[in-house]
């Protein structure tokens, strides 16, 4: 009983037909699912019409002897073309194009350089032309206004900051100083390493936790010591993986400028969240470093990156003051620039030389030599070391840390290999493609430090065939640090330690990422800025169940702005449910479930942590405890026999199967969350019907494709008329709760608790004013959020599974005929079915599995989302990712289950113990599994199986006359038959009264 992610449970596909389609029909149809779809690509295409269309005109004018290139599309050019592993791409394209060649990236020129020659035109003999950067606007923001080395426009600013970084911070005398805090880091590195001898060990996260902590310690780790640098270490890491997410995702704000005010993708509201974060930790460091100053502890073993800059700061220079804004934009470019790019090329170190254990052998020589077996590798050793420094050089080769440098954007229009590039295009010098360029390098894709050897190769930018940090004025000026800090860890993990990849995992040094196994699954291309929206088929399930026969168990997608990624084993379910079963424990919660649920106050929405564990404990201990349910069975009992009375009216007639179990399950449940209050009431049946109509419409929302879920930037549009349906809908909904809540208040103040009367508004009310946790309140919006729970989680699934069962029984009229038997065994043909009668069922416990593994309920289960990235299958899991499992693919694969599409529930019969609900088998997990699984497993195996029993031993089932049984079925926020279940019942039991 859970409450599906909507938002993927019935996503569509579109077409060109589909388009024209939707534009002929009434504005009435736009909740159907498919239009809601088409609505989100038409809608994205409209704007981008409305706003480009007159820069499109502007920018086709005569032809100026550009370079040659690939042509585009109108409004969006090249865009829709590229390939996401751009330094590959580009490559191929120079093959067909030369080595310089044009690509219209919306509203931008892109012109692409790859070849020596072409490069030191653009990066020496044109140098101040090219000088300047087109900056992003995540950029911008997260730079203090453009106000760091990277960024700034070519100028007296620029000067003086380059100035700063070279001359003073990242002097040799300016790092000699801070050398005892990078040493520190280091051995700290090498205690964790050591920690975990013998397991395996993620080189790339560790190297990315380990230099982001060098940096930080350069930068204040002589003012800030103790708790307060590790608790402020520990926010700024995330804060700063999440700028680097950020200011890798392609916005479509920097294609097209005048999109920029709507932020389509969310990315600048992102940004300027975590902008105000950061400059809050920079205010308490600097504000913590001012103070030592006043109190005069400024002592050499206090030295470091922010007390050199605050001095420089107070040294005003009268043409160009180095400002505050200055100084913390400098710290954010060490860290954003330095912290990635550096631990990525001791990863690729460290991998190359494991594919090469004969090198590796001979760096670990070289260090033994000049380090000795007995003493630790210090900052002094490396000059010593050309052979690891040739180690380097030869990663920085064939895998340099920005493939296509930071793009440069000339500031005025020259002519570069005799075409013309204009002013303001975008230009990108392909270093990758040079540095493997068999006309430069001999045997270019292998790995060769001896090519380095005889001291050929640096990083001045001189050599325009080896230039992994640029050159010219814009040139890297890290590079100093960069040297440092590579060759000393690079040499310490090297020196202590032997390494070996995992019993039978293979090394993968493809080139289709910038990290060595840290590469996203595979996948199908998409579209950018829209992703795969318009190719998802609308049975997901079966669709999803193709792709894994195209790209495997595990692969991604990318659904507008958010990556969603589908696993279809049982191991990786295993490794995503159970594993990491923490970092997976979040939802992203649709726009329309946070509506829904007090703003995500319920079990379902809420994130991991105390919140969710206190509804976690009244949900699992109290609430649908055992004693609970016993409690409240009497209220069970009254709907189920009056579903046999209304059924029993109808004899010989055709019933809607699916539609009786519907409003009977939702009567079970109403009943149990209020009945006792409003036992006798003359409201019941109108207040009943109400909630009825209102929760059904709340699931067809839910279900609904929501243009803001894909891209949250345009949610305050409300585009599609959602959020406000939702909101009309919650105050109905609320209102009736708070209509019975008085009730139940007022019984309360007469003192008409009584045992009868018990129902779980009472029993929630009595937990609410307890206070719920000592520490956390149990609310009354807490309470609402839960009752919706219990409806909308559990009437669709409930009654789709009862209907299922009827109609494979019904098609299999010998298994209907043996779990008659059984019922006719233990109940008896005078007797009524009761709750007491169902674990000596057996056999129809076994029916209710396979109906489960058949059609389960909710067949991509409901998303799990990283709070962190995360390796699963060998392959990257980004943070916030969805992350789907195809339960309904897992439970019908012929690897897992003999003659899968055989409905057998003898299968169920042996093993009983292993195969059940709690999700500890990952080959049948119709509920999921893990701390996030359905906490109301309990309350359903209780409520289906009665209610099923009660049909079969009350009534014969059969078809209407010729017609044949369909058991197809329909993708949507739950698994449905797709043609619903008519079927006519035929009284059993021979005493009438036993119908009353």
């Not at 073309?81 to 020129?109: R, V």
């Not at 790019?341 to 004969?358: D, F």
């Not at 399930?541 to 990556?563: C, D, N, R, S």
């Not at 599995?849 to 058949?854: A, F």
Request: charged share 25%.
């Amino acid at each position: 009983m859970t409450v599906s992610a909507g938002f993927f449970q019935k996503l569509t596909t579109f077409s060109p037909h589909e388009i024209r389609s939707w534009l002929e029909e009434d504005q009435k149809d736009l909740p159907n699912i498919k239009s809601s779809l088409t609505l989100i690509t038409f809608l994205a295409f409209s704007l981008l019409f409305c706003f480009i269309w007159m820069i499109y005109f502007r920018s086709s004018k005569k032809n100026q002897r550009l370079p040659p290139g690939p042509r585009g599309l109108p409004l969006v050019g090249n865009l829709l073309s590229l390939d996401p592993e751009l330094h590959t791409y580009f490559t191929d394209l120079a093959q067909k194009f030369g080595p310089i060649y044009k690509l219209q990236l919306g509203n931008k020129l892109g012109i692409v350089v790859s070849s020596p020659t072409l490069a030191k035109e653009v990066l020496k003999d044109y140098d101040t032309t090219f000088a300047n950067r087109d900056v992003p606007a995540a950029g911008r923001t997260v730079a203090y206004g453009g106000s760091d080395i990277v960024w700034n426009p070519y100028g007296p600013e620029w000067r003086m900051l380059r100035k700063v970084c070279v001359r003073e911070m990242l002097s040799n005398a300016s790092l000699d100083a801070v050398y005892s805090l990078r040493h520190r880091e280091v051995r700290r590195l090498v205690r964790h390493v050591h920690s975990k001898i013998g397991s395996p060990m993620d080189v790339g996260e560790q190297m990315f936790l380990t230099i982001l902590n060098v940096i930080t310690s350069m930068l204040w780790g002589g003012t800030l010591k103790g708790d307060e640098r590790t608790t402020l270490g520990a926010e700024f890491r995330q804060v700063v993986s999440e700028i680097t997410e950020l200011l890798g995702t392609p916005n479509v704000s920097d294609f097209f400028p005048s999109l920029a005010r709507f932020d389509v993708q969310g990315i600048q509201k992102k940004i300027r969240v975590l902008f105000m974060r950061f400059d809050k930790i920079f205010d308490l460091i600097i504000e913590q470093r001012l103070k030592m100053e006043a109190e005069g502890e400024e002592e050499s073993s206090n030295k470091d990156f922010l007390q050199l800059l605050l001095k420089l700061k107070d040294e005003e220079d009268a043409k160009t003051p180095f400002t505050m804004k200055h100084l913390k934009a400098l710290l954010m470019d060490m860290v954003v620039g330095g912290t990635e790019t550096t631990s990525n090329t001791v990863e690729w170190a460290i991998a190359e030389l494991m594919n090469k254990p004969e090198m590796m052998r001979r760096a670990q020589e070289e260090l033994e030599r000049v380090v000795g077996k007995d003493n630790s590798v210090e900052e002094s050793h490396l000059p010593h070391l050309p052979y690891l420094h040739s180690v380097m050089k030869e990663v920085l080769r064939l895998h340099p840390a920005l493939p296509l440098l930071v793009p440069h954007c000339p500031s005025l229009s020259c002519t570069v290999g005799g075409y013309l590039v204009p002013k303001g295009a975008r230009v990108f010098v392909n270093v990758w493609a040079i540095h493997r360029d068999p006309s430069i390098w001999v045997n270019p894709s292998e790995f060769d430090p001896d090519r380095f050897f005889n001291g050929q190769g640096d990083f001045s930018g001189n050599d325009f065939n080896y230039f992994p940090f640029g050159s010219g004025r814009r040139i890297c000026a890290g590079i100093p640090m960069a040297e440092r800090m590579v060759m000393y860890e690079l040499a310490t993990l090297l020196h202590l330690f032997e390494w070996r990849l995992p019993e039978g995992a293979k090394l993968d040094l493809k080139e289709n990422s910038s990290k060595p196994n840290q590469r996203l699954p595979p996948g199908p291309r998409g579209l950018p800025i829209i992703g795969n929206l318009p190719f998802l088929d609308p049975e997901l399930h079966t669709y999803f169940a193709e792709l894994t026969q195209t790209y495997g168990p595990i692969f991604k997608l990318k659904l507008g702005t958010k990556w969603a990624v589908v696993v279809s084993s049982p191991s990786l379910a295993k490794e995503v449910l159970k594993d990491h079963d923490k970092i997976f424990a979040n939802r992203d919660v649709p726009v329309a479930g946070l509506l829904a649920t007090y703003g995500g106050a319920d079990i379902v929405s809420a994130p991991h942590g105390p919140v969710w564990r206190m509804l976690r404990r009244i949900c699992v201990r109290e609430m649908l405890s055992n004693t609970t349910l016993d409690s409240v069975y009497w209220l069970r009992r009254r709907e189920v026999r009056r579903t046999v009375r209304e059924i029993y009216s109808k004899i010989g007639s055709p019933i809607d199967v699916g539609e009786q179990m519907f409003i009977t399950i939702s009567n079970v449940i109403t009943s149990m969350m209020w009945g006792g209050t409003l036992k006798g009431d003359e409201t019941v049946d109108s207040l009943g019907g109400e909630f009825r109509k209102v929760v059904s419409e709340i699931t067809t929302l839910l279900g609904t494709p929501n243009v803001s879920d894909f891209f949250p930037g345009l949610g305050w549009f409300d585009l599609q008329g959602i959020e406000r349906k939702m909101k009309v809908l919650f105050s109905r909904y609320d209102k009736i709760f708070d209509l019975i809540i008085e009730k139940r208040l007022k019984m309360e103040a007469k003192g008409e608790n009584e045992e009868s009367n018990r129902d779980f508004l009472q029993f929630l009310l009595e937990l609410k004013e307890k206070g719920g946790d000592s520490k956390l309140p149990f609310t009354m919006e807490h309470l609402k959020a839960l009752l919706i729970n219990l409806v909308v989680g559990g009437t669709d699934t409930s009654a789709v599974t009862v209907e299922w069962a009827m109609a494979e029984l019904i098609k299999h009229p010998e298994i209907m005929k043996r779990a008659q038997e059984e019922l006719e065994d233990v109940v008896g043909r005078n007797n009524n079915v009761e709750e007491s009668h169902l674990p000596k069922l057996p056999y129809l416990a076994a029916i209710l599995k396979e109906t489960l593994r058949l059609h389960p309920p909710v067949p991509l289960l409901v998303s799990r989302c990283p709070r962190l990235s995360c390796n699963v299958g060998g392959y990257m899991i980004p943070k916030k990712a969805q992350v789907l499992v195809n339960a309904w693919g897992i439970q019908r694969d012929p690897k897992n289950w003999d003659n899968p599409l055989e409905f057998k529930p003898e299968r169920f019969l042996k093993n009983t113990n292993k195969l059940d609900f709690i999700g500890t088998d990952f080959r049948f997990i119709p509920f999921g599994s893990g701390r996030r699984k359905c906490v109301g497993i309990p309350l359903v195996e209780r409520m289906v199986p009665y209610t099923l029993a009660s049909l079969l031993h009350s009534f014969e089932w059969r078809m209407p006359e010729g017609v044949e049984i369909d058991l197809s079925d329909k993708f949507g926020i739950v698994l449905k038959k797709r043609t619903p279940l008519i079927a006519i019942p035929i009284p059993r039991l021979s005493d009438s009264e036993l119908y009353s």
